[in-house]
């Protein structure tokens, strides 16, 4: 039971370019997250998915799409890669839609550098 | 707005010595509260959450809806403590809000 489980684990892009960030669960989870970490900001909800088939914007989707591409796999895909979004990306996973009983599960993070 | 702010982005300890991480939030309507925590080259994970009223490895919060704030308290801080915490609100719309983090560091 891997929990849940991130591609590739660092990467460095040049600007413009464009690349897609892989996420796994294999506990069964409805819903699953794509968070971006920032020194002194946190960490920042970019788009979830309360359910297989949809997706939602969080607080931060700008410059990013998403793919929930079946219950287990919700992908993130920069298409043309800026120096802002130098960050570590974090994909979660949880039971339910998002409530209070459900924890959350991390991956172990997505370290991105754009040149 | 709905909100999470640790003001302190580095807190440094003696082992032994009590602990208070702070976290206030601004929400309207009956907030639900977490604190996550992320040790060195580990994941981030649930430590409590205040629905819960539970101890884990010692630490407990109290939801203070008088003065908005979840802070998170330890007696006796141990080396094993230091790590990243964040206080996170879940809020209406299904999402959790983060704090920025406060990075806690327990000397021997």
């Known amino acids: 039971n891997a929990g849940v489980t991130q591609t590739p684990k660092f990467q460095v892009l040049k600007t413009g370019q464009s690349m897609t960030l892989q996420c796994a669960q294999d506990m069964n989870h409805n819903s699953m997250y794509w968070y971006r970490q920032d020194p002194g900001m946190g960490l920042r909800l970019i788009y979830y998915s309360a359910s297989e088939g949809t997706t939602d914007k969080g607080e931060v989707p700008n410059g990013y799409n998403v793919s929930r591409l079946n219950k287990r796999e919700f992908s993130l895909r920069l298409e043309s890669a800026a120096p802002s979004q130098t960050s570590v990306y974090f994909c979660a996973s949880s039971e339910g839609p998002p409530r209070v009983s459900y924890e959350q599960y991390f991956g172990p993070g997505t370290r991105l550098t754009v040149t | 707005a709905q909100r999470v702010t640790q003001p302190e982005k580095l807190l440094s300890v003696f082992k032994g010595a009590p602990v208070e991480l702070k976290c206030n939030y601004s929400?309207?309507?009956?907030?639900?509260l977490f604190w996550y925590v992320q040790y060195s080259r580990q994941r981030l994970q649930l430590l409590l959450r205040h629905i819960s009223r539970e101890s884990i490895k010692g630490f407990t919060a109290d939801l203070n809806k008088g003065e908005t704030s979840f802070h998170l308290k330890k007696p006796f801080a141990q080396e094993e403590d230091s790590a990243m915490y964040y206080c996170a609100l879940y809020n209406q719309g299904g999402k959790l809000i983060f704090g920025q983090g406060t990075e806690l560091s327990v000397k021997p």
């Open positions: 929400y309207s309507g009956s907030p639900e």
